[in-house]
């Protein structure tokens, strides 16, 4: 046995052994906290004791376990990913496909996945149901207050006490999209529920074009892959309009860093534009702003060639977004500021006492954030950001992929500890799981000579599939 293979063989051990370990962490943890909020009164947002059932804290989620034969439909069509996507990487043949034709096949593939596997549950019946159950708190439960949607969107800060919960501290953009589906394509769950899988699936090519713009064209494809294989994005991408959210927020995101490289103007009017639809769909595009800010100052003192082009970039987004509101505000009278006001105001009802009053509180909140991000995010790429991440840190070099990672992570330190979140992350900041594909991806392009004949890449995205796979037959997802 030559070395290369014995440090292969070594490499993929330590892969699913380091997941086994975290795995079993997770557990323990959970065990930890379950004793604090039953016994010494620790509460956590809504992820605390309920009354017949215990969400898998710090997930917002219940156990719920089930096997049924949907879970063989699911494995066959994730085999079948893994297998194209392994072809794909080829340095020859299908790796030779123009880019338009892998983000179809990419798009394709996300709603057979998301599909699959949320028919684990039952029927086709099981895609819309979350439309139809959580209608009293849920968006849908507002499209029935729409009859015009300037009147909706200028009276929307009087309208938010007495909607469904979930819009007493969102921006209208939710309940105006599914009014607009409904619409379009007939009212109900059912119509919902598609076009959620479908407008889902438009995040795969930004996560692919913003990999592509700092890696090689095989690891981009790489990155969009193990980003469409994480449980969170699977799971919510069939029930979720969080999934729908993180749409606009990863284009944004892409456009602007495109624009450090190339035609900042232009990328930077279409990051305005849709950084407006993401601030009209949640607030959690001021994670957007905040990333900006971040990688604008590490620009300026790290990679100062590009501070003019992400410069021009900022300000066109900055100009594109106040004449997209401007004329929002012609048309319809919206105001964003009394929304904004209103949501913070719905937010401490909903959160009194649940919230980051204590400092004990804040310092759970620090680490159950995180964690449940990452665990449901997939343990095979966070273990392998994090290797990345701890590789670049140190380093001399200077690269585009090296800055968009520690922008990420200080980004994500950031609003991590910052008394923003209440948990439920593993939903709501699912569209930062691109940047941990790409710095999975980036380290195992370094690590392999050739990535479609890598066994670390074929164990990481089998591990990935499988841990998306066991989360839906174990636990029940809500949405």
Known sequence: MDAATTTTRRHVTGLIVACAFV???????????????????????????????????PLYLYWRPRLKTGVLI?????????????????????????????????????VAIAVSV??????????????????????????????????????????MPDLPLHCRTHPPGGPLLLWMIAHSFGPGPFAASMATILLSSLA????????????????????????LLAPNVVAYSATCLDAVFMVPLVWTMCFLWIGRRQRPMLFGMAAGITGSLAALMTFSASVVELWAVVALVLT???????????????????????LFYAVLNAWSGYDPLAVLRQAFEGQHE????????????????AVTNFVAFAFCSGLPIVLLWLRQS??????????????????????????????????????IWIFLVGFMAIGAAAHLNRTACRLDASPLVTAALLLQAGQTVLMEVLFEWVW
């Open 23 to 57: 795995a079993v962490a997770f557990a323990a943890y959970h065990f930890y906290l379950r004793e604090l909020m039953i016994h010494r009164g620790l509460t956590l947002g809504a992820v605390r004791p309920g009354v017949k059932v215990y969400r898998i804290v």
């Open 118 to 159: 949320a028919l684990i549950d039952g029927g086709p019946g099981k895609l819309w149901e979350p439309f139809h159950v959580h209608r009293r708190s849920d968006y849908i439960g507002a499209v029935e207050w729409i009859d015009r949607p300037q009147t909706f969107l200028q009276d929307y800060p009087q309208l």
């Open 350 to 365: 909903i959160t009194n006492g649940r919230g980051h009053s204590t400092l004990r509180q804040s310092v759970h909140f």
């Open 300 to 322: 300026a003192f790290c990679d100062p060639t590009r501070l003019r082009n992400t410069l021009v970039a900022l300000a066109a987004a900055a100009v594109s977004s106040v």
């Open 204 to 227: 795969t090519p930004a996560v692919y074009l913003l990999a592509r713009d700092v890696l090689d064209e095989a690891p981009a494809r790489l990155a969009a892959g193990i980003f």
């Open 74 to 110: 699911a494995t066959a069509v994730l085999a079948g990913f893994v297998w194209w996507l392994r072809r794909s990487l080829r340095p020859s043949g299908a790796n030779k496909r123009a880019g338009s034709a892998v983000v179809a096949s990419l798009m394709a593939w996300h």
């Open 390 to 427: 701890v590789r670049e840190i140190p380093l001399a070099t200077s690269s585009s992929a090296r800055w968009l990672l520690l922008s990420f992570l200080v980004t994500l330190v950031g609003i991590d500890v910052a008394p923003l979140y209440t948990l439920e992350t593993e939903r």
